[in-house]
């Protein structure tokens, strides 16, 4: 049984179709990116598997059909999306920021809050030694790390990340995807969208092309890696050196 799967999604803005009859499924453990150029429709399949955005077609998680949804009550199911603007409480501290992903968590009185934070601040060192320091002054790189350790407070089962490398430099990408790795080496399932196609492939076991709001290829992650089409799309000529 898939964790996620969706069944022909739609997400249309007026006029706008930005996302047609995509079919996906994630299962257990798996990680999964989602690539494809600036408005193929990537941030609108995540938006509209959580219920940020309105959208016609089928979605289960855990083997149950979710007709309506939103972002909070799918956190408190284990499903927790990291959004491309990453919404983080600036004005707040660093530790505030992780311990309201645990907001739920703390309403039901689930114990082990404090030994979560430890497993964050172990996973991103950088967090604790900044934890006093206000979101918004953190770095770009620094906030993505908050963003990540914040989902990961809420415990989740399964991980939406919407361009985890948006902005960051090579180094600091490469340190994200790292965690990533680690964190799917602990058993917590992913559904990467990224516009850098080829660290989020080699990350990857499968994955998904969108082009134009439209399904046009899919994969195992190290197929898609050695794809022409793909290479020639989405890595480019070094890439070409590089993996093949
Ligand atoms: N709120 C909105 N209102 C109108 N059009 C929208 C809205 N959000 C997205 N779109 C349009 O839908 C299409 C898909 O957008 P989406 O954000 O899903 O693309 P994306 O693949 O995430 O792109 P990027 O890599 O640039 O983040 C684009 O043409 C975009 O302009
Ligand atoms: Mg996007």
Same mark, same amino acid.
């Given at each position: 049984?898939p964790?996620?799967?969706?069944k022909?999604l739609?997400?249309?803005y $007026? ?9 996906? +499924?994630?299962?257990? /453990?798996e990680?999964? %990116?989602?690539? $494809?150029?600036? $408005?193929?429709?990537?941030?609108s399949?995540?938006k509209g598997?959580v219920g ?7 979605v289960?998680y +855990?083997?149950? %059909?979710?007709?309506?949804r939103?972002?909070? %009550? ?7 999306l990291?959004?491309e603007?990453?919404e983080?409480f600036a004005s ?6 992780l311990?309201?992903?645990?907001f739920?968590r703390?309403?039901r009185?689930?114990?082990g809050?404090r030994?979560?934070l430890?497993r964050?601040? %172990?996973?991103?060192?950088r ?8 979101? /918004?002054?953190m770095s770009g ?5 908050l963003?990540?350790?914040r989902a990961?407070m809420a415990?989740p089962?399964l991980l939406l990340l919407d361009e ?8 600091i990408v490469k340190?994200?995807?790292? @965690?990533?790795?680690?964190l799917?080496?602990q ?6 969208v990224e516009q850098?196609?080829? @660290?989020a492939?080699?990350?990857a ?7 134009a709001g439209e ?5 195992r992650?190290?197929?898609l ?5 793909? @290479?020639?799309s989405y890595?480019g000529i070094r890439a070409?050196?590089e993996?093949?």
């Open positions: 049984m964790v996620l799967e969706v022909n739609s997400v249309r $007026g006029a706008v179709e930005a996302l047609r009859n995509l079919s996906l +499924q994630v299962a257990e /453990g990680a999964i %990116t989602l690539i $494809g150029p600036n $408005g193929a429709g990537k941030s399949t995540l598997i940020l955005e309105r959208s016609s077609g089928k289960s +855990q083997g149950l %059909t979710l007709p309506k939103n972002p909070e %009550t799918l956190a408190a199911k284990g499903l927790v990291v959004p603007k990453r983080l707040m501290e660093v530790e505030d920021n311990m309201l992903g645990a739920t703390f309403q009185r689930e114990p809050l030994d979560d430890e964050v601040y %172990t996973l991103f060192p967090l604790q030694e900044r934890r006093k320091q206000l979101a /918004g002054t790189g620094e906030q993505q790390m963003a990540i350790g990961l415990k089962k985890p490398s948006l902005g960051l430099a090579p180094l340190e994200i995807f790292r @965690i990533l790795g680690q799917k080496r058993g917590v399932t992913l559904l990467v850098n196609a080829r @660290i492939l080699k990350l076991d499968r994955g998904y092309v969108l082009e399904l046009v290829m899919e994969g992650g190290e197929d890696l050695h794809d022409p089409k793909v @290479i020639e890595l070409r050196e993996t093949l």
